[in-house]
């Protein structure tokens, strides 16, 4: 029985996410997991030089604690895949570092995109930032053919960083936050049941949960999962037996 633990919107170097938590929940993964899926903004690279999060608190010891205590604990090789890193829009630029510097930023693969078959059910794993859509000719793209539009800003990441706002930025207490995060994880549902995917595990929302949309039969599967983040939700997700899991951490 395998147990894999996805975690989201860490945000290391973005001086509001909660450093101890982040601390606990990678402790935690390290007495519990067999398999770590990262779904992306795990660094703010965006907010914090690379050279910042090496050099100083609180950013090294998380960077540390990830990199280094956690990837030898679980004995990762880059062919083992015990730990997975799916960049998302703050940390598309983890390939930076290693372009300027010769040495890789972290020592794990790095992808767009993951997927496996857990148990039977089909799994893509995503950051989620290529459902966002604040552009009205891209929001009728993102719901007609969402693939496409899903290549799209993976393809042109600069292009959303300089036009798109991400929920992140929106207080929770505003409308326009469920708002824009249903919009999202509708365009991601349409995504996963174009591509044929029983589940889509994915952040960026920052709004945890399981998803479900035009269920046709009483099976669990057939759902967007949202991993939350570690600023304030403190959320992750749990797979076992190829179910998935929200959990929070306790406050």
């Known amino acids: 029985m395998s147990k894999i633990y996805c975690l989201s919107d860490l945000h290391i170097g973005y001086r509001s996410s ?41 950013y090294y010891s998380a960077y540390k604690k990830l990199v280094e205590d956690l990837n030898e604990s679980m004995n990762v ?30 020592s794990f693969p790095v992808v767009r995109k993951w997927d496996m078959e857990l148990n039977g059910y089909r799994y893509l794993f995503v ?29 042109f990441p600069w292009l959303y960083q300089k036009f798109w706002k991400h929920p992140g930025d929106i207080p929770r207490t505003e409308a326009a936050y469920s708002q824009k995060s249903e919009k999202i994880h509708r365009v991601a549902d349409e995504f996963r049941k174009r591509m044929g995917y029983d589940y889509l595990i994915m952040g960026h929302t920052h709004d945890p949960g399981i998803y479900v949309y035009q269920r046709q039969d009483p099976d669990i599967s057939n759902a967007v999962v949202d991993c939350g983040d570690m600023i304030d939700s403190l959320s992750y997700v749990v797979i076992e037996d190829g179910i998935p899991e929200v959990r929070w951490l306790e406050r």
């Open 127 to 155: 950051h989620g930032w290529q459902f966002d859509t604040m552009i009205e000719p891209l929001m009728n793209l993102a719901s007609m053919v969402p693939e496409l539009y899903y290549e799209f800003v993976s393809t």
């Open 18 to 58: 909660n450093y101890p938590k982040i601390m606990e929940i990678l402790d935690l993964v390290k007495q519990d997991a067999d398999m770590l899926i990262l779904c992306g903004d795990i660094f703010d690279l965006w907010l914090c030089p690379e050279e910042i999060i090496l050099t100083e608190e609180p």
């Open 77 to 106: 090789l880059w062919m083992d895949k015990k730990i997975i890193y799916v960049s998302g829009n703050h940390d598309y630029l983890i390939h930076r570092w290693e372009k300027g510097t010769g040495i890789p930023f972290v």
